[in-house]
């Protein structure tokens, strides 16, 4: 065990025992072993956008298998997917990666502005899968997310009584917000700080923008000179409000883009303090060749 990972696990005091070595199996397994940073897979894409727009510009990803066997082979901290993706394939790689399951899905047929996910998994099912977490995601701004909020609570105190860590995708989005708000530098803090109240202890936010949504945020940025010029300034801000960078703070990889924007902002997430990358379409919509080569060129850049 590294100093760096003991001190992460020491900021999570009221989690006994199971919960931290679940938090220690992804911060010491892969390329980014012992160093405190991750990299993850997620792939609960099929669902939540459906499975031509997902796998069909690299079509062995129809395949379970073929993300369980990317994750193994590129070194990844932890893989995540939905409950019949682990299904699929979770007895044939059992030990050879953490696994997350997403207990939460929505998907695209139904145009909501206010959108609501529906509990599609179990704590039961990932004890039975042999996960180490359980993921769940929160839309802050939907008029729903009250009942969000009320499920994941219930979820994380039945995680953590059975030695499971929680990870939350906090995910702005709403009526109230307009589509720049989604990504801006207040709202995505603001989202960080609530899933860190709702007990999360991995957070998956976006990367934000310079854009400020909320008029009562935008004083405060101006009067106390709030630094959010740079992508790293807007990073070390997100992960600040996770209570002052004492809750592990992950960023989406988001749309597939080219290779050079992934690599500057890795270099941003690394600078401002964030902990890594949870990156899906970016790693399983490139041939798998190219994937390896990616993910390792993002890893490097996090260990240095």
């Known amino acids: 065990m590294t100093p760096r990972v003991r001190e992460i696990l020491s900021w999570y005091e009221s989690d006994g025992p199971g919960v931290r070595t679940n938090l220690a199996r992804m911060l010491n397994h892969g390329t980014l072993a012992g160093t405190g940073r991750m990299v993850i897979l997620p792939v609960d894409q099929g669902f939540e956008h459906g499975p031509a727009r997902s796998f069909a510009p690299n079509p ?10 990317l994750a193994i082979d590129a070194g990844c901290s932890a893989y995540a997917a939905p409950l019949g993706f682990l299904e699929a394939g979770a007895a044939s790689h059992a030990g050879e990666v953490p696994l997350i399951l997403k207990l939460n899905s929505h998907e695209t047929l139904l145009a909501d502005k206010d959108p609501v ?26 008029a729903m997310a009250g009942s969000m909020y009320e499920q994941i609570r219930d979820l994380a105190e039945e995680a953590k009584a059975a030695g499971l860590a ?42 934000p923008t310079a854009h400020i949504e909320q008029d009562a945020a935008r004083k405060v940025y ?3 000179k709030v630094p959010v010029g740079t992508l790293t300034d807007r990073v070390r801000h997100v992960v600040q409000a996770a209570f002052a960078g ?24 690394r600078d401002g303090g964030g902990f890594g990358s949870i990156m899906g379409r970016n790693a399983f919509q490139r041939s798998k060749p190219d994937a390896l080569k990616l993910l390792g060129r993002i890893m490097e850049i996090y260990k240095s």
């Open 60 to 69: 062995p990803g129809y395949d379970p298998h073929y993300h369980f066997g």
């Open 117 to 142: 996910s529906v509990q599609t998994g179990s704590v039961g099912d990932a004890l039975r899968l042999g996960c180490c977490a359980i993921g769940y995601t929160i839309y802050p701004g939907s």
């Open 166 to 207: 929680v990870v939350i995708w906090s995910y702005p989005r709403g009526s109230s917000l307009s589509k720049d708000g989604e990504t801006a530098v207040d709202v995505a803090a603001y989202a960080a700080q609530i899933a860190a109240q709702l007990g999360a202890h991995v957070i998956k936010v976006k990367l």
């Open 222 to 224: 101006e009067k106390e």
């Open 246 to 269: 004492r809750r592990i703070v992950i960023f989406s990889g988001g749309a597939k883009t080219s290779d050079e924007e992934l690599f500057e902002q890795a270099k941003a997430i």
